[in-house]
């Protein structure tokens, strides 16, 4: 099993900049790959970035320029720095990991790509 834990979130100005992180701990050996998802109310679960042990990375068109994801192997934690917020950035964020297909080509954006799960942080964008 991989325990997953979120921190980081909380209320921004629009323009604003959080860092997400997400402290991962268990048979973290087992996972290749962390993602980052979020949920705004009433709408379905999005995939928002990836980034694999290896340091491939890979970003939703939404969020593209404006997050960047990283990870720290020796900490299993991974980042998630948000710059340029919107309002429509307003969701519960994710943390996921998983074992996916060792081809850099594959886009882990699937959330059958990931078995383990945080319990997820608030991020909110003020207009």
């Known amino acids: 099993q991989v325990q997953l834990v979120e921190s980081g979130g909380g209320t921004v100005q629009a323009g604003g900049s959080l860092r997400l992180s997400c402290a991962a701990s268990?048979?973290?050996?087992?996972?290749?790959?962390k993602g980052w998802f979020r949920q705004a109310p009433g709408k379905e679960r999005e995939w928002v970035a990836a980034v694999r042990t290896g340091g491939t990375t890979y970003y939703a068109d939404s969020v593209k320029g404006r997050f960047t994801i990283s990870r720290d192997n020796a900490l299993n934690t991974v980042y998630l720095q948000m710059n340029s917020l919107k309002p429509e950035d307003t969701a519960v964020y994710y943390c996921?990991?998983?074992?996916?297909?060792?081809?850099?080509?594959?886009?882990?954006?699937?959330?059958?790509?990931?078995?383990?799960w945080g319990q997820g942080t608030q991020v909110t964008v003020s207009s």
């Open positions: 268990g048979s973290t050996s087992k996972t290749n790959c």
């Open positions: 996921a990991a998983g074992l996916v297909s060792f081809y850099t080509s594959y886009v882990p954006r699937n959330s059958y790509d990931y078995p383990y």
